[in-house]
């Protein structure tokens, strides 16, 4: 509706009183979702799992469908159904077709005109430099001199 307005009194005091000076609307937020990622630059390998992530406000649905694109076209569905709680956990298929041109859609489950594109596209690509990632010490320890203490690096698949 379009002609509400709020009026508040003190509790001790009805004396003492202020409403709204004008009328002002409630309605319905308009249906949206927006991927934030991948929404380009990111660079994915096969074979590892990443967080699909979105927003949506004024869905009709609790689920939302998930699709990938390449070079502008369907190439599949990652979830058909999946809660529109903001994020999914793809599993990249370790084969994978690799291309610089992906982009993930999301939409609403009940209502596929309302859906949101990747801005830009993403990388799933093998990475030609291997990687090392120190996991502990990871900052904040404190170690004495003297002491037995374990260094560690996550095990290659």
């Known amino acids: 509706g379009s002609n509400y307005k709020i009026k508040i009194t003190d509790s001790n005091n009805s004396a003492t009183t202020d409403q709204s000076n004008g009328n002002f609307t409630i309605s319905q937020a308009a ?33 939302v469908r998930i699709k990938l694109y390449r070079s502008g076209s369907n190439v599949g569905t990652l979830s058909s ?33 309302v859906y949101d594109l990747s801005d830009n596209y993403f990388t799933i690509e093998e990475s030609n430099n291997p990687m090392i990632t120190v996991t502990s010490p990871n900052g904040g320890e404190n170690w004495l001199m003297g002491d037995t203490v374990s260094i560690s690096i996550p095990a290659k698949d």
């Open 81 to 113: 159904q999946t809660s529109d709680d903001g994020s999914y956990t793809w599993s990249i298929p370790s084969n994978q077709t690799e291309s610089s041109y992906y982009q993930v859609r999301i939409e609403e489950y009940n209502n596929s005109s």
């Open 31 to 63: 249906s949206s979702i927006a991927v934030t990622s991948p929404n380009g630059g990111e660079s994915w390998e096969p074979g590892s799992s990443h967080a699909i992530t979105w927003t949506s406000q004024g869905l009709s649905s609790s689920y």
